[in-house]
């Protein structure tokens, strides 16, 4: 370990998320769990840095709110994120209040995937 900060590396042995989350080989996500009288230590908060900016979703979840979380997972459809989830909720809330002839236009402009449009 020594070694490699002598040679400029972070080297984080502690702060690790509870859970790591996968789904058909994959990682979906890391979650924290957390009593609702904890704070994060710094070595966890610098994990999750590291972690997000790898792209990885990192969620803190306190106890009080851990079955409503896991129902959120429930709902999330295969492969799919969580941002990707609140996209598609906005998209069926738009649906509801301007009916079914402007939802074509709306989900197929709003479904485009970035760079090509």
Same mark, same amino acid.
């Given at each position: 370990?020594?070694? #490699?900060?002598?040679? %400029?590396?972070? *080297?984080?042995?502690?702060?690790?998320?509870? +859970?790591?989350?996968?789904?058909? /080989?994959?990682?979906?996500?890391?979650?924290?769990?957390?009593?609702?009288?904890?704070?994060?230590?710094?070595?966890?908060?610098?994990?999750?840095?590291? #972690?997000?900016?790898? %792209?990885?979703? *990192?969620?803190?979840?306190?106890?009080?709110? +851990?079955?409503?979380?896991?129902? /959120?997972?429930?709902?999330?459809?295969?492969?799919?994120?969580?941002?990707?989830?609140?996209?598609?909720?906005?998209?069926?809330?738009?649906?509801?209040?301007?009916?079914?002839?402007?939802?074509?236009?709306?989900?197929?402009?709003?479904?485009?995937?970035?760079?090509?449009?």
């Amino acid at each position: 370990m020594q070694r #490699l900060e002598e040679m %400029g590396y972070e *080297v984080l042995s502690s702060g690790w998320p509870d +859970l790591l989350v996968a789904k058909d /080989g994959r990682l979906h996500c890391v979650v924290e769990l957390k009593s609702f009288r904890d704070d994060l230590r710094p070595n966890q908060l610098r994990v999750h840095e590291l #972690l997000r900016s790898a %792209g990885v979703i *990192v969620h803190l979840v306190y106890e009080q709110h +851990l079955t409503d979380f896991m129902g /959120g997972m429930q709902a999330l459809k295969p492969d799919e994120t969580w941002a990707a989830k609140r996209e598609r909720e906005r998209i069926d809330t738009e649906i509801e209040k301007v009916g079914p002839s402007y939802a074509t236009g709306l989900c197929a402009s709003s479904l485009v995937p970035a760079g090509s449009g």
